[in-house]
T-cell receptor, first 117, second 116 residues
Framework: AQTVTQSQPEMSVQEAETVTLSCTYD???????LFWYKQPPSRQMILVIR??????QNATENRFSVNFQKAAKSFSLKISDSQLGDTAMYFC??????????????FGKGTKLSVKP | EAEVAQSPRYKITEKSQAVAFWCDPI?????LYWYRQILGQGPELLVQ????????DSQLPKDRFSAERLKGVDSTLKIQPAELGDSAMYLC??????????????FGPGTRLTVT
């Protein structure tokens, strides 16, 4: 069974600084997808960024980028130029795209990020 | 912008009572998911529908939980009887997921259940 581990329960960063959130996962699959989701306080979960395991190039979305190390089964999220609106819970998630559980997301426990002015 | 709708947003119930949650996915999304998120943890899948069929309900406590999506559109999740340990956020998500393709899951605002 796949597992996702986020070892940083809470982190804080100053506005405009850069912060990196860690995520490791365990799977025997060779083809899969990885995601970072953001859950702001009292608001719904939204997708931040996704990475396909077969792609060597790290995904980027504006101020958000990932460091995907397939052999090490590591998938960290870097947030550059942090903004107050980045304050949220961040969840790392694994998806197996094929088979009976196609599309199911397996989430880590989350990292609570606070951006301080 | 289309959104996943859920109701109610908050529900307080006494243990042993029945409770139901409703979800209306984004129009055209064939796949619908129900997740349970205990405070301080990540969501865990309860049940997945593809149209009106259950694809995965392996983590659904079937002695007390039931889910249906009769016309392949909106869905209802029921708990009967509710237990103290059921207190959690119940999230609904939907995606446009033709078989073999992977698309983003869109989440609703959730229903926060408190069982007293």
């Amino acid at each position: 069974a796949q597992t996702v581990t986020q070892s940083q329960p809470e982190m804080s960063v100053q506005e405009a600084e850069t912060v990196t959130l860690s995520c490791t996962y365990d799977t025997s699959e060779s083809n899969y997808y990885l995601f970072w989701y953001k859950q702001p306080p009292s608001r719904q979960m939204i997708l931040v960024i996704r990475q396909e395991a077969y792609k060597q190039q790290n995904a980027t979305e504006n101020r958000f980028s990932v460091n995907f190390q397939k052999a090490a089964k590591s998938f960290s999220l870097k947030i550059s130029d942090s903004q107050l609106g980045d304050t949220a819970m961040y969840f790392c998630a694994f998806m197996r795209p094929y088979g009976g559980s196609q599309g199911n997301l397996i989430f880590g426990k989350g990292t609570k990020l606070s951006v301080k002015p | 912008e289309a959104e996943v709708a859920q109701s109610p947003r908050y529900k307080i119930t006494e243990k042993s009572q029945a409770v139901a949650f409703w979800c209306d996915p984004i129009s055209g999304h064939a796949t619908l998911y129900w997740y349970r998120q205990i405070l301080g943890q990540g969501p865990e899948l309860l049940v997945q529908f593809q149209d009106e069929s259950v694809v995965d309900d392996s983590q659904l406590p079937k002695d007390r939980f039931s889910a249906e999506r009769l016309k392949g559109v909106d869905s209802t999740l029921k708990i009967q009887p509710a237990e103290l340990g059921d207190s959690a956020m119940y999230l609904c998500a939907s995606s446009f997921t033709p078989r073999g393709m992977v698309y983003e899951q869109y989440f609703g605002p959730g229903t926060r259940l408190t069982v007293t």
